[in-house]
């Protein structure tokens, strides 16, 4: 074997084995006697129902054209013990980690973070595959806007104190995304997370702000709630 051949991109697909091994099937009767399953498909519908930054984000894909359906656009997997989730583009499927995914806060964050991706292959037709740069600016926008960095989450984490600390936490988690799924080195990641990240920090679409937290994604979501009777009255 050629050692000096560069290793073939699988695009983080070796992260979700049973979506990389093509052995993957939905809703059959033994999946929901698994306990990991069951649970993950009722944080799920929980999620779905109860947080204000997955509502709004739902409304948001329905109203530009990209009705987000459950039975069709989530799949509880088993998956590598690193990530939480994934979206998959080429079947426009969210991927939660239901061997990965135990607290419902937990869930929440995943739902918001992969709809953030979701919602840009909606609006922006991202090219995932080919544009590292389009990459990059989803998962800065996904660190931001979904609560990653919340100031709770963040001290949970042992990491607070920093200047201008939550642009410093979604950088990071924006690199650690990428170079999850993408061969690449470090220094090449940087490099393009450096070159588009102020434009996507400062794409708050469609919540409009920075819902750092519960009550800010509440309001967020009571103003695209309330937007076409703000237009109607101008």
Request: with cysteine.
């Given at each position: 074997m050629d050692q000096n051949k560069p290793q073939e991109e699988d695009y983080g697909y070796n992260l979700f084995p049973e979506r990389n091994s093509g052995k993957f099937q939905k809703g059959s009767i033994a999946e929901s006697l698994f306990t990991f399953n069951h649970k993950c498909q009722v944080m799920l519908q929980f999620a779905m129902e109860t947080s204000p930054y997955a509502k709004l984000l739902?409304?948001?894909m329905k109203s530009s054209g990209c009705a987000v359906y459950k039975d069709r656009h989530f799949s509880c997997e088993d998956c590598d013990g690193t990530v939480s989730g994934g979206f998959d583009a080429t079947s426009s499927?969210?991927?939660?980690?239901q061997n990965n995914i135990h607290q419902q806060s937990h869930m929440n964050r995943v739902v918001t973070h992969e709809l953030i991706h979701a919602f840009d292959h909606c609006r922006a037709h991202v090219d995932?595959?080919?544009n590292f740069k389009h990459l990059a600016c989803s998962e800065i926008r996904a660190a931001n806007l979904s609560g990653d960095c919340s100031f709770h989450n963040e001290v949970s984490r042992f990491n607070f104190g920093l200047r201008k600390h939550h642009q410093e936490c979604v950088r990071g988690r924006a690199l650690r995304s990428i170079l999850a799924v993408r061969k690449v080195s470090r220094e090449e990641a940087e490099k393009v997370?450096?070159?588009?990240?102020?434009?996507?920090?400062?794409d708050h679409a469609p919540f409009g702000?920075?819902?750092?937290?519960?009550k800010d994604a509440n309001f967020a979501y009571r103003d695209f709630e309330n937007?076409?009777?703000?237009?109607?009255n101008l």
């Open positions: 739902l409304g948001a499927q969210i991927v939660l980690c995932w595959f080919n997370v450096d070159e588009v990240f102020d434009t996507c920090f400062n702000r920075i819902p750092h937290d519960k937007r076409d009777r703000y237009y109607a």
